[in-house]
């Protein structure tokens, strides 16, 4: 097949896993309340220096290996199939709860736009959450749309995911740039730069969200057949997508910082927007709502891409159906991307608070990974600096792992998702045997 992925193309698709809904909202329900600006920076600069750590493990693996299925893979051909299986449930957990959860992040983005010209149909509330006709369309319309171009081939979804890359990043740029210029700069200095003290517990609390705020960065290695360059260019693409990442993640919480206090910032229902519209006017929070967009819809398209890829590779191995793992004429997993969006479109009839609990709990499913690629890395490599590099890879998945298990974590997971975590280990263990 065609390799058709440039360096342009895999940056968008790892910038769009790491930017999503959670990077406009954070700012005014964590991190400014908890940790405001340079305590943040520091988690998430830390996190961020995690990731990159595991990363060179991830270049080893993909130095071995020239295979769809990633860390699915890599784990089967190393440790066999019971290792490379769990590998497989949790990531493709992590992956596709993705979709819906940015899917209905869509609906949301109009509420903030327009108001609430989606809240008809009135269902039933789950969770607190109530449920609508006219968001379940919504939510839907959006994932019908990426699936289209996704059967249509990886050349054209990737061009459309670059197109709205571009946009995200420019419009965080521009809006930035005007808050700068007409942001309240003095008391901006006087609440966090001159009153700011040093809070190692806010900077955990910020660091120990960095399994979910940066997941996408292993994008890469589920296109390895689709792009035509090195292991190590790959890695560097990797790298620059969590930099560029990182530095949105903080340039929003800045854009916020610039017109609200903590005390002020988590009153409002979104602070981001507020403070741009309140300061910068009505062009520039349309700007703002383009980037929102942008996030949410680089998400949706990201990660269908990516899970679409880990399906076809595990039937591969027959740990699916084969019809799951048949291409088509354009060279994609039809079959996969259909079943993908079949339980994409079920997942926002439950409402958005039970997906967040099942996402929250998919942020295991990507430290596993962590874990097995950076152990398997350490087999592997032969250099001194690679082992240093896989030891402190699995110490790194080790304590993403206890800050989401740990009830005394600031980031462990909640009743709700740890229940959904022993459900879906329980079925995996059925499915297993039942393959095995």
């Known amino acids: 097949m065609k390799k058709y992925l440039n360096r342009l193309d895999v940056f968008s698709i790892v910038v769009g896993g790491i930017i999503g809904w959670g990077s406009f909202m954070l700012p005014g329900t964590k991190f400014l309340k908890e940790a405001g600006v340079i305590n943040t920076a520091i988690g ?17 693996m993909m130095s071995n290996q020239n295979e769809e299925g990633g860390e699915f893979a890599f784990t089967y051909n190393n440790l066999g199939k019971k290792h490379g299986f769990i590998v ?195 062009v520039a929070f349309f700007m703002l709502i383009m980037a929102l967009c942008g996030a949410v819809w680089s998400g949706i398209n990201g990660f269908m891409i990516c899970s679409s890829k880990l399906l076809g590779s595990v039937a591969r191995y027959k740990m699916l159906p084969d019809k799951m793992g048949k291409v088509n004429r354009s060279g994609v997993y039809k079959n996969a991307i259909l079943f993908l969006t079949s339980i994409s479109l079920i997942a926002p009839w439950f409402g958005r608070e039970v997906i967040i609990w099942i996402v929250d709990m998919s942020s295991l499913g990507a430290a596993v990974a962590y874990l097995y690629v950076s152990y398997i890395a350490y087999r592997k490599t032969e250099k001194k600096s690679g082992k240093v590099f896989s030891i402190l890879g699995v110490m790194i998945s080790i304590l993403f792992i206890l800050l989401l298990l740990l009830p005394m974590s600031p980031a462990g997971l909640g009743k709700e998702s740890m229940i959904s975590l022993l459900i879906w280990s329980v079925m995996g263990i059925i499915f297993y045997f039942n393959i095995k």
Request: glycine share 8%; with cysteine; charged share 15%.
């Open 44 to 60: 998430l600069i830390l996190g961020a220096l995690c990731i990159i750590v595991i990363e060179r493990n991830y270049e080893v």
């Open 88 to 282: 497989g449930w949790f990531l493709t957990l992590a992956y596709f709860t993705m979709i819906p959860l940015n899917a209905t992040a869509f609906p949301l983005v109009i509420k903030k736009l327009v108001g609430g010209v989606l809240e008809f149909g009135y269902l039933y509330n789950v969770a607190g959450y109530n449920v609508y006709i006219g968001e379940i369309l919504a939510a839907s319309i959006i994932i019908l749309i990426f699936a289209y171009f996704n059967i249509r081939g990886l050349k054209e979804s990737t061009r459309i995911q670059n197109i709205i890359i571009v946009i995200l990043i420019s419009m965080v740029f521009l809006v930035f740039i005007g808050m700068i210029f007409k942001g309240e700069r003095e008391a901006f200095v006087q609440t966090y730069i001159k009153e700011y003290s040093f809070d190692i517990k806010a900077i955990a609390m910020v660091f120990a969200i960095t399994p979910f705020a940066f997941i996408g960065f292993d994008a890469i290695p589920q296109l390895s057949n689709e792009y035509k360059f090195s292991a190590k260019k790959a890695s560097i693409v990797a790298v620059t997508g969590l930099i560029i990442g990182t530095l949105i993640y903080n340039i929003l919480n800045i854009i916020t910082a610039l017109a609200y206090t903590p005390e002020q910032a988590v009153l409002l229902e979104w602070a981001t927007g507020s403070a741009v519209l309140g300061t910068l006017g009505k």
